[in-house]
């Protein structure tokens, strides 16, 4: 998708800090850390939010939660816990319109979201 940082991101075209890479998935570090380790997952096919998420995907949104797995345990933050968040829309925060899951950990979260 044209003017979607992200894709860009999975086209090279604008540099990343790659954690996790196949065919489906990208994962890397976010550039403006909320927590020491804060990661963010995203799908290679464009989609711009959950509300656009379609039966077609199920296979890719239930593997984006094997890569968060795999991702928890070669950080070592599947001991220590960590959190996964989707900002969807206005009220929530969403800035970058293509689907990204937020992996923070590394410290005590505490109650706020973010
Ligand atoms: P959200 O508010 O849920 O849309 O989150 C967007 C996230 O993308 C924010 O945490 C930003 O810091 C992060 N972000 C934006 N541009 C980049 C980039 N070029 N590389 C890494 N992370 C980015
Ligand atoms: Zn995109």
């Known amino acids: 998708m044209e003017n979607c940082i992200f ?6 075209e604008i540099p990343s800090n790659k954690v ?3 065919d489906m998935v990208l994962a890397f ?4 850390p909320q927590a020491p380790i804060h990661i963010l997952v995203i799908p290679k096919k464009h989609i711009p939010s959950i509300l656009e998420i379609s039966k077609e995907d199920d296979t890719l949104i239930a593997h984006i939660y094997d890569v968060i797995n795999i991702i928890a345990k070669k950080e070592n933050i ?6 996964v968040i989707t900002n969807c829309g206005q009220d929530a925060g969403q800035e970058v319109m ?3 899951f937020h992996i923070l950990a590394g410290r005590k979260l505490g109650t ?3």
């Open 7 to 12: 894709c860009k991101i999975i086209n090279n």
């Open 29 to 32: 570090k976010d550039i403006n």
């Open 78 to 83: 599947d001991k220590t816990g960590f959190r």
């Open 98 to 100: 293509h689907l990204h």
């Open 20 to 22: 996790y890479e196949d």
């Open 112 to 114: 706020k979201i973010i």
